[in-house]
């Protein structure tokens, strides 16, 4: 019994044991499948699913269990209409999980689904009941229980602060971040590595970017330049607020020859750097180079990544009001 009905069991099975093509319907793996579709809200899809499941294993089974399993479901299903139709349902009750829950017989006695509902409950034999039954009715109470879940006032709690969470570290990296140029934007999208999902970059790609700096010497004369940070790369902690990073560049004095360096980024600080004008790499020759992130200003610039942030922003604002899904 424990085989089909209890979760973790029933997700370590290989398909040498159940098969590639029904290992596919567990509800683990369909649960992952839809937590896709999960996160826009569509709560009559995720009741479909469950009922998709029942319709495919149901067939042949024991109708005293068919009969017990029918209305559970179909709560579940009238639940999750509400959770788009009813604000109030879904801020004071949300779907009731308890339905789903799983008691475990002693060796030798019944299982049931839904308990607490006593001569209502589902119940499974280890002695009579067939392995269809078993399978139909345990597979579909176990992910109508993470949808019922899913759909409950914490997962929503949850949800919404997850979702705030992002919206901060997105607002926090517009307001504290590293600008980013055009061509930066195309490198950073290529890499899969520098942020997650959704997420504003942890790590930051550094190419060809262009700072109006100024030029501090001792003896040679301070002047303006045009510096050039040819490549490096830019460090957040986990909640955007601040950056470390190191990139090589080159930069031009104003009517002299360009000189070659590193500059050191430390976050709010802005940017320092330490160039020389040729070698031998004497003090006499070195220059110390203050520069300002010109392309913080320009907000044409971040339209790409502003329109992300911009998604999950909605998304907040959309479980906040309760709106169904699409408006």
């Known amino acids: 019994m424990a085989r089909e009905c209890v979760g973790d069991v029933l997700a370590a099975r290989l398909d040498t044991d159940l098969g590639t093509g029904l290992l596919r319907r567990t509800p683990e793996q369909t649960w992952q499948r839809m937590q896709g579709t999960a996160v826009t809200l569509d ?22 269990a068919k009969r017990a399993m029918e209305p559970l479901l179909d709560t579940l299903m ?16 949300g779907t009731t999980a308890r339905f789903f829950e799983l008691t475990r017989g002693d060796p030798g006695e019944a299982w049931l689904i839904n308990g607490s509902a006593g001569p209502a409950a589902v119940t499974l034999r280890p ?19 993470k949808v019922a879940n899913y759909g409950s006032n914490d997962a929503r709690t949850n949800t919404i602060r997850v979702l705030g969470e992002r919206g901060r570290r997105w607002e926090n990296f517009d307001r504290h971040g590293y600008s980013l ?31 109006p700096s100024y030029v501090l010497r001792d003896k040679l004369g301070s002047r303006a330049a045009l510096t050039t940070e040819i490549v490096g790369l830019v460090v957040y902690n986990a909640e955007r607020t601040r950056y ?48 300002a992130d ?7 610039w971040q339209g790409k990544l502003r329109d992300q942030r911009e998604t999950v922003r909605k998304g ?8 169904p899904p699409g408006s």
């Open 43 to 64: 709560f009559r899809g995720l009741g479909d699913s469950v009922r998709a499941m029942w319709n495919e294993l149901s067939p042949g089974i024991e109708p005293e």
């Open 78 to 93: 009238r639940e999750l209409i509400l959770l788009e139709t009813d604000r109030t349902f879904r801020s004071t009750q």
């Open 127 to 145: 002695d009579t009941s067939s392995a269809a039954t078993v399978r139909a009715v345990c597979w579909t109470a176990i992910l109508a229980a």
């Open 181 to 211: 140029t055009p061509l930066e934007l195309f490198i950073n999208g290529l890499c899969g590595m520098c942020r997650g999902q959704l997420e504003p970059p942890r790590t930051q790609i550094i190419a060809l970017h262009l700072l």
């Open 244 to 291: 470390w990073g190191l990139t090589w560049m080159v930069t031009l004095p104003q009517e002299e020859a360009r000189e070659h360096g590193v500059v050191l980024h430390l976050s709010n600080l802005g940017q320092i750097g330490l160039s020389y004008r040729d070698k031998p790499y004497r003090r006499q020759q070195a220059s110390l180079i203050v520069s």
């Open 294 to 300: 010109l392309y913080r200003f320009i907000e044409v």
């Open 316 to 323: 907040v604002e959309r479980v906040r009001s309760g709106s």
